[in-house]
T-cell receptor
Framework: KAGVTQTPRYLIKTRGQQVTLSCSPI?????VSWYQQTPGQGLQFLFE???????NKGNFPGRFSGRQFSNSRSEMNVSTLELGDSALYLC????????????FGQGTRLTVV | GESVGLHLPTLSVQEGDNSIINCAYS??????FIWYKQESGKGPQFIID?????DKRQGQRVTVLLNKTVKHLSLQIAATQPGDSAVYFC???????????FGGGTRVLVKP
């Protein structure tokens, strides 16, 4: 069974631009969560989607948004990029809400210059 | 490889020795705890979990202990191997939903 796939693996963007990251969960998994990982702040929860609806949201500004499609694939978007948005963005998939065990992708390394 | 954290606490352990990684959690309402291992350039990988109605759970070479009185979680790795070198995170989940709240992480370095 294929794992969680995130694309692209690496991305370089300029301040002010926007970016879209993609996540394909494990087949059959319907919950997708997004996390930001930085050396200073560690792993922080961004949001969770289940059945195309956002179910949970972390403490990030409105520039960070996401969506989930009917096939459970998810995208997250960051608009008006800032230098501080440089991070590893991780996607995790779970079987269902409250399923607990989450499987992570390898992440997308975003660098904002 | 990518640096997960520049100022993580580090545990240096001799190959073959046992490792103990500690974690303090914050929310007494959390009902599910997970340990993850993250190697350089990879996403976190599930190691073992424990529900709040348990105080100990064993896996292959790993044991998780939960002390709800002091809100403390530990991961014990038996006979530590070079492949165990990684950053280890504890995470907690409250009921409903899959939002993981992660601890800061501990870097484990296994010396040959």
């Amino acid at each position: 069974k294929a794992g969680v796939t995130q694309t692209p693996r690496y991305l370089i963007k300029t301040r002010g631009q926007q970016v879209t990251l993609s996540c394909s969960p494990i087949s059959g998994h319907r919950s997708v969560s997004w996390y930001q990982q930085t050396p200073g702040q560690g792993l922080q929860f961004l949001f969770e989607y289940f059945s195309e609806t956002q179910r949970n949201k972390g403490n990030f500004p409105g520039r960070f948004s996401g969506r989930q499609f009917s096939n459970s694939r998810s995208e997250m978007n960051v608009s008006t990029l800032e230098l501080g948005d440089s991070a590893l963005y991780l996607c995790a998939s779970s079987l269902a809400l409250g399923a607990g065990e989450a499987f992570f992708g390898q992440g997308t390394r975003l660098t904002v210059v | 490889g990518e640096s997960v954290g520049l100022h993580l606490p580090t545990l240096s352990v001799q190959e073959g020795d046992n490792s103990i990684i500690n974690c303090a959690y914050s929310n007494s309402a959390s009902d599910y705890f997970i340990w993850y291992k993250q190697e350089s350039g990879k996403g976190p990988q599930f190691i073992i979990d424990i529900r709040s109605n348990m105080d100990k759970r064993q896996g292959q070479r790993v044991t998780v202990l939960l002390n709800k009185t002091v809100k403390h979680l530990s991961l014990q790795i038996a006979a530590t191997q070079p492949g165990d070198s990684a950053v280890y995170f504890c995470a907690e989940i409250k009921a409903a939903g899959n939002k993981l709240t992660f601890g800061g992480g501990t870097r484990v370095l296994v010396k040959p």
